[in-house]
């Protein structure tokens, strides 16, 4: 009996730490039990366990996408404009372009760490390895290492262990899906800037800061300049 009571009391707090609002109930299949859990689900998209299942596996995967992508979006930028290195076009969506150049693509502007010239041996070199980091993921397996699991591998994968403790590693989870969540808007944004303005984030930014009464979104919403 006491069991059970623990069992409730355990429930009834992790469904009202899931809650996005003390004014709304999340649905019964919200539990809290996954990280980034606040029990909104407005459409029902999760209603069935394995689109559930499905959706959450995207989702991590796309925030760890978009956290690297906004990163090496505006670090090239800063580096550009603190002088630190120089990379002959330091805009994202403009960067690329320079592997059709003569000189070719140095990454990071450093000739010695990456120097690309050929896309299709970039696109072929993409292609292989991702292929077979995608199959161990889905595996749960690679080389050497068995029963890992698809979204949180550690072992080989986490060389700093930080999954060691249970609680560290819980907490990590939702830090994660937080910032991922965070970075995926900004990426999202980091596109509309480049379509209405044709330029980078971090120079939309000192824009901003300059004049930021002429340079904002409502300023800008009615000229709308496509590249």
Same mark, same amino acid.
């Given at each position: 009996?006491?069991? &059970?009571?623990? #069992?409730?009391? !355990?429930?009834?707090?992790?469904? %009202?730490?899931?809650? !996005?609002?003390? /004014?709304?109930?999340?649905?019964?299949? @919200?539990?809290?039990? =996954?990280?980034? *859990?606040?029990?909104?689900?407005?459409?029902?998209?999760? %209603?069935?366990?394995?689109? /559930?299942?499905?959706?959450?596996?995207?989702?991590?995967?796309?925030?760890?996408?978009? @956290? @690297?992508?906004?990163?090496?979006? !505006?670090?090239?930028?800063?580096?550009?404009?603190?002088?630190? +290195? +120089?990379?002959?076009? %330091?805009?994202? =969506?403009?960067?690329?372009?320079?592997? /059709?150049?003569?000189?070719?693509?140095?990454?990071?502007?450093?000739?010695?760490?990456?120097?690309?010239? +050929?896309?299709?041996?970039?696109?072929? /070199?993409? !292609?292989?390895? &991702?292929?077979?980091?995608? +199959?161990?993921?889905?595996?749960?397996?690679?080389?050497?290492?068995?029963?890992? *699991?698809?979204?949180?591998?550690?072992?080989?994968?986490?060389?700093?262990? @930080?999954?060691?403790?249970?609680?560290?590693?819980?907490?990590? #989870?939702? #830090?994660?899906? #937080?910032?991922?969540?965070? %970075?995926? =808007?900004? &990426?999202?944004?980091?596109?509309?800037?480049?379509?209405?303005?044709?330029?980078?984030?971090?120079?939309?930014?000192?824009?901003?800061?300059?004049?930021?009464?002429?340079?904002?979104?409502?300023?800008?919403?009615?000229?709308?300049?496509?590249?």
């Amino acid at each position: 009996m006491a069991s &059970m009571m623990m #069992k409730t009391n !355990v429930s009834v707090a992790t469904k %009202a730490a899931s809650r !996005v609002s003390p /004014f709304s109930n999340p649905p019964d299949y @919200l539990t809290g039990e =996954f990280p980034g *859990d606040y029990g909104w689900d407005t459409a029902g998209l999760s %209603a069935d366990p394995e689109t /559930f299942k499905r959706f959450r596996e995207t989702e991590v995967i796309h925030a760890r996408w978009a @956290l @690297l992508g906004t990163l090496g979006c !505006v670090t090239p930028e800063i580096l550009e404009r603190t002088g630190a +290195s +120089s990379f002959g076009e %330091a805009v994202w =969506f403009k960067a690329g372009s320079q592997i /059709f150049a003569e000189g070719g693509l140095d990454y990071l502007g450093n000739a010695s760490l990456i120097h690309a010239q +050929s896309i299709i041996a970039i696109l072929a /070199f993409q !292609v292989v390895v &991702m292929s077979q980091a995608e +199959s161990f993921r889905a595996a749960g397996e690679a080389p050497g290492v068995e029963g890992l *699991d698809s979204l949180y591998p550690g072992g080989p994968f986490d060389p700093l262990n @930080l999954a060691d403790d249970p609680d560290t590693f819980a907490e990590l #989870k939702v #830090k994660e899906i #937080k910032n991922g969540r965070l %970075a995926m =808007f900004s &990426m999202f944004g980091f596109y509309v800037q480049a379509i209405v303005t044709g330029k980078g984030p971090i120079e939309n930014w000192a824009d901003h800061i300059e004049d930021p009464f002429v340079n904002n979104g409502f300023a800008i919403a009615t000229k709308f300049t496509p590249l």
